[in-house]
């Protein structure tokens, strides 16, 4: 079965880290980028970063720029998503989400059930 | 960065009905527009891309049209189980969603 499976998310405090990790399974990890998207409570959704299947190519939101880093695992068919100095503004369901080309395109064929981050003292 | 504007934000339509939702964006995005729906509690999936192409397995009351600035969604039939949020996405460069449209059935 095709699937992503994300996790990592939980409660932390204002300016701590927490990393997030996808599994993918049932498609080859390596022949697509990847992406993080996030969903505030109640709110719409925003793209977060975005790993091309070689690493060459990495992208981030502004809103995240300098905080986040996004990185991949071949070995292990694995996303993670390493955040740093969080803030209230962050708390949210965070997917993971697969491209449908080797580079990023910005087509998200495939969705993970989603992590939650609640960014709180 | 290229803003979104969805509308209406939210509609309610009679099973049968049917239902259209407009996107536009802040310049011109070419036909780089996608479409996804998100049942309640559940992941968005992919319905419509580069604005009128079906994704695999879509049910053909799904349709979208429209290109450079302005674009249509449209639900030929509304069915219950089409009870969602949809949201339009320009992949033009960095991507942007719009704000959402919630249908309900009336």
């Known amino acids: 079965e095709v699937e992503l499976v994300d996790s990592g998310g939980g409660l932390v405090q204002p300016g701590r880290s927490l990393r997030l990790s996808c599994e993918a399974s049932g498609f080859s990890f390596d022949d697509f980028a990847m992406h993080w998207v996030r969903q505030a409570p109640g709110k719409g959704l925003e793209w977060v970063s975005g790993i091309s299947w070689d690493r060459s190519r990495v992208d981030y939101a502004d809103s995240v720029k300098g905080r986040f880093t996004i990185s991949r695992d071949s070995a292990k068919n694995s996303l993670n998503l390493q955040m740093n100095s969080l803030r209230a503004e962050d708390t949210a369901l965070y997917y993971c989400?697969?491209?449908?080309?080797?580079?990023?395109?910005?087509?998200?064929?495939?969705w993970g059930r989603g992590t939650q981050v609640t960014v709180s003292s | 960065d290229i803003q979104m504007t969805q509308s209406p934000s939210s509609l309610s339509a009679s099973v049968g009905d049917r239902v259209t939702i407009t996107c536009q964006a802040s310049?011109?995005?070419?036909?780089?527009l996608n479409w996804y729906q998100q049942k309640p509690g559940k992941a968005p999936e992919l319905l419509i891309y580069?604005?009128?192409n079906l994704e695999r397995g879509v049910p053909s009351r799904f349709s979208g049209s429209g290109s450079g600035t302005d674009f249509t969604f449209t639900i030929s039939s509304l069915q219950p189980e089409d009870i969602a949020t949809y949201y339009c996405?320009?992949?033009?460069?960095?991507?942007?969603f719009g704000g959402g449209t919630k249908v309900e059935i009336k």
């Open positions: 580069d604005a009128s």
């Open positions: 989400v697969k491209d449908r080309d080797v580079g990023i395109t910005w087509y998200f064929d495939l």
């Open positions: 996405q320009q992949c033009d460069t960095l991507p942007t």
């Open positions: 310049q011109d995005i070419s036909n780089y």
